[in-house]
């Protein structure tokens, strides 16, 4: 397995194109080249791609542009595409879609609605969060043509003097299922830690800034497992 690590998010591609691509004022906005990558590598012209945690739509935008089809959902969806749905339980048959991308909540840190279902009001020093996105996974897992691929965004979490290593306890969850492709490093130069206050306290209780993200990228095989 390979780890790279890449300046995706801070490609001066990143907002290519003359039209917007999901909202930045949305708390949690995924930068949309980080999506138009993979849809070019995993993906042709007319393939279905979905998003099951849409959130500002991001994916959609990319989607169409590329002409890809595109289907969105989300647990508290903010525009009219976007298609009101619990990610552990998605409406589309087996085998049917050829890419999926999902950037899920980390933990409880952002508070993206007052939906009861919202995994993001799980935190992540708990195990049900993990049992929670498995069920995801294996949502994922059904609606994806075999060999077929998708990609999966999550950052670790340091609060309160404690380390979570969300992205590789859930990287254990997702290999159950899927065969990995490769683990991408999303680096966050332009994150809201990076000022002089957070820098001090990083130095203060001897932790480091949370500068990246995770981007897993993974297949479902074309055997049963
Ligand atoms: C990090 S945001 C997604 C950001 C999105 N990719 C964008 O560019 O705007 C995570 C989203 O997951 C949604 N979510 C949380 N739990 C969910 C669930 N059980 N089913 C569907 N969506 C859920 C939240 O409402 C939130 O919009």
Redesign the pocket.
């Given at each position: 397995m390979q780890i790279e690590s890449t300046t995706l998010w801070d490609f001066p591609t990143q907002n290519y194109g003359d039209t917007s691509h999901?909202?930045n004022k949305?708390n949690?906005?995924?930068p949309a080249f980080v999506i138009w990558n993979l849809l070019q590598r995993y993906t042709k012209e007319g393939d279905r791609v979905v998003?099951?945690?849409?959130?500002?739509?991001?994916?959609i935008d990319v989607a169409l542009e590329l002409n890809r089809k595109v289907r969105a959902?989300?647990?508290?969806p903010v525009r009219k595409d976007i298609i009101k749905?619990?990610?552990?339980k998605i409406p589309l048959p087996d085998d049917y879609v050829d890419f999926v991308f999902i950037?899920?909540?980390y933990s409880d840190n952002i508070k993206?609605?007052d939906?009861p279902?919202?995994?993001?009001k799980i935190s992540c020093e708990k195990e049900l969060f993990y049992d929670e996105l498995e069920k995801v996974a294996q949502e994922i897992l059904r609606i994806l043509k075999p060999g077929k691929a998708m990609g999966w965004v999550i950052a670790d979490q340091w609060i309160k003097k404690k380390f979570s290593a969300t992205g590789f306890l859930m990287w254990q969850r997702l290999e159950k299922y899927f065969e990995p492709i490769d683990i991408i490093c999303l680096t966050r130069h332009n994150q809201t830690s990076n000022t002089g206050v957070w820098h001090s306290r990083a130095r203060e209780f001897n932790f480091y800034l949370r500068g990246f993200k995770y981007l897993f990228i993974m297949r479902k095989t074309n055997y049963i497992k």
């Open positions: 999901g909202d949305f949690g906005v995924t998003d099951p945690m849409a959130g500002s739509g991001t994916t959902y989300d647990v508290h749905n619990d990610a552990r950037d899920s909540p993206y609605s939906e279902d919202c995994i993001g």
